[in-house]
């Protein structure tokens, strides 16, 4: 049995121990927004924050979490309010096939918790570990910079 506090709520649930804290969130608890990519830590695409800071799922085992907050993509949008960032990805057509999205909006979140005003460099070293294999990037640093200029 484990305990993990994830979008504001406590979980007790049972999960084999070697279970990485991506496999947990998907299979155990149904939030398959947090994305299996490469699991070698390699393309962000299981990107979660933790206390607020961008971490790999896939090589994070649920116990090294303890009582720390985990944040997945499902917990983004307050009830019916997209985050910002959603919106201005939805607008920019961040998002084409969506699969490394989750992990974009999270590093990009927790870069403006403590960057509100990013540049341009910023944004590229804040997402540099998350791999689009379709945008070309651009959309998603204009979406970024758009919801940080409106926050
Ligand atoms: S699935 Fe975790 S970094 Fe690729
Ligand atoms: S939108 Fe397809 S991998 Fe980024």
């Not at 155990?28 to 206390?51: F, N, S």
């Not at 971490?55 to 720390?68: M, N, Q, V, W």
């Not at 944040?71 to 096939?97: M, N, R, S, W």
């Amino acid at each position: 049995m484990l305990t993990l506090h994830v979008n504001g709520e406590r979980h007790t649930l049972a999960a084999e121990p070697h279970h990485t804290l991506l496999e947990v969130l998907r299979e155990e608890m149904g939030l398959t927004g947090t994305k299996h990519g490469c699991e070698l830590g390699e393309c962000g695409a299981c990107t979660v924050l933790v206390d607020g800071a961008p971490i790999l799922s896939c090589l994070t085992l649920p116990i090294e979490i303890g009582d720390r907050e985990v944040t997945t993509v499902e917990g983004l949008a307050k009830g019916p309010d997209l985050d910002p960032l959603q919106i201005a990805f939805a607008e920019e057509a961040a998002a084409q096939c969506g699969y490394c999205t989750p992990g974009m909006l999270l590093a990009a979140k927790a870069l403006l918790e403590r960057t509100p005003l990013p540049s341009r460099e910023q944004i590229e070293h804040a997402i540099s570990g998350n791999l689009c294999r379709c945008t070309g990037y651009t959309a998603i640093y204009e979406a970024i910079e758009k919801a940080a200029k409106r926050a």
